[in-house]
Each structure stands twice: as structure tokens, then as C-alpha cells.
């Protein structure tokens, strides 16, 4: 899930303001926002 994620996640690199648009996609991606994936979004965005 970590390697998908990095795809999800790396388009939004840099962008502010990106936070409801990457929880949109991942859940898109995914089916559903897990708590794995949650806590590397808010690694990413730091």
C-alpha cells in the first residue's frame, strides 16, 4: 500500500491547499481512507 500511495500522494508534492483534494483521491483509489493511509498523508504534507 506504501508504493501506491507514493503514486497517489506524489502529483500534490509542493501544492498548498492539497489536503481534501489527496483525502479525495486516496479514497477514490482505495475504496476507503485507512489509518495507514491517513498517517502518510500527514507525513507528506509536513
Known sequence: ???ELTQILAPYKGKKGA???L???VQEELGY???EAVS???KFLR
Open 1 to 3: 500500500m506504501e508504493q
Open 19 to 21: 489536503l481534501v483534494p
Open 23 to 25: 483525502l479525495q483521491k
Open 33 to 35: 481512507l485507512s489509518e
Open 40 to 42: 502518510e498523508i500527514t
